[in-house]
């Protein structure tokens, strides 16, 4: 074989070796890459599926609306006055507000009971309690379905009772009042269906302050 062909047939064979180390280094490097990345991924995904609970469950025991103290307090006063201008039967001694599945209200309203002109009892009850109309002159729900809330309202008999709700925008089922924060400042609305079936005798003052609901916009 000529010394020229010789070596060119080397520098070839050279090359192709040459060019399938490339190749080979090439193909380590991406998959050593997407392994990299799988594994980041998979952390990640592991990551939050630890932080993800915690910050769900977190979520859960926050109250419905994020309020201040002073928010609170506005609220508990407002509260406070719609059941000094309601009614009540002179064998009344206490007036029982339940507070229905909502211990972060039970806390805002808890402060009444200190109040010296009203005689106020606090209780924190829940939607499944029996008779919840007949240990209670006033039930406060938050979270409850107005349905719901139409339920227990039904099965008061003849006697008058109160009803207050949070988040319960439409007003048109459920609880005499729908009470709202906005911007810091409590507000009622009202459901005068509501009221007339509930039996409680609220003042017209307070009756006035009542916003329109949206179902009367």
């Known amino acids: 074989m000529p010394a020229v062909t010789y070596r060119y047939f080397a520098l070839t064979r050279s090359m192709v070796f040459f060019r399938h180390g490339i190749f080979r280094l090439i193909t380590a490097w991406i998959y050593r890459a ?18 993800l609970p915690s910050v769900g469950s977190a979520a859960l025991e926050m109250p419905s609306a994020v309020t201040t103290p002073e928010t609170n307090q506005k609220l508990a006063q407002m509260v406070l006055g719609i059941i000094s201008y309601t009614q009540w039967s002179q064998s ?9 599945d909502s211990p972060h209200y039970y806390k805002v309203l808890l402060p009444l009971q200190a109040d010296p002109k009203q005689s106020i009892r606090i209780w924190l009850k829940t ?5 919840l109309t007949q240990q209670c002159h006033v039930l406060f729900f938050e979270n409850t379905p107005a ?13 008058r009772i109160l009803t207050l709700s949070m988040n319960n925008a439409p007003c048109v089922t459920g609880s005499s009042f729908c009470l709202s924060v906005t911007q810091g400042i409590p507000s009622f609305s009202l459901n005068l269906d509501s009221l007339k079936q509930s039996g409680a005798k609220v003042s017209s003052k307070v009756l006035m302050l009542a916003k329109p609901s949206p179902s009367q916009d």
């Open 147 to 159: 349905a719901q809330q139409q339920e227990i309202i039904n099965q008061r008999g003849i006697r």
């Open 34 to 51: 997407r392994v990299q990345l799988l594994l980041r991924c998979l952390l990640l995904c592991g990551m939050w599926s630890a932080v």
């Open 127 to 131: 939607a499944k309690t029996p008779d």
């Open 92 to 100: 009344d001694e206490q007036v029982h507000v339940c507070v229905i």
